[in-house]
């Protein structure tokens, strides 16, 4: 029988922003260790991407979807 999928995720919740930056490669070194690959992210940070009704501000998210994509994790 042939597999209907070459890999299956295995995740949850990340959110980086809650940390000092300099712990993120850590995180992601255990959460691989444990065989996660998937995690949804910004579920608590609207507020540091809109800090204004008319200002938008990305640059923390952006570093934690490149941080992200080096280690190859999928995120929702």
């Not at 209907?4 to 959110?15: A, I, K, Q």
């Not at 300099?22 to 995180?27: L, P, R």
């Not at 008319?54 to 941080?67: E, G, H, P």
Request: cysteine-free; proline content about 5%.
């Amino acid at each position: 029988m042939k597999p209907m999928f070459d890999h299956f995720l295995f995740g949850g919740d990340w959110n980086p922003e809650q940390w000092p930056e300099d712990t993120w490669e850590h995180d992601l070194d255990m959460l691989e260790d444990a065989h996660i690959n998937e995690v949804t992210i910004n579920v608590f940070s609207w507020a540091l991407l809109q800090p204004a009704e008319d200002r938008y501000d990305f640059s923390m998210l952006d570093k934690i979807v490149a941080l992200l994509v080096k280690h190859d994790f999928s995120t929702s």
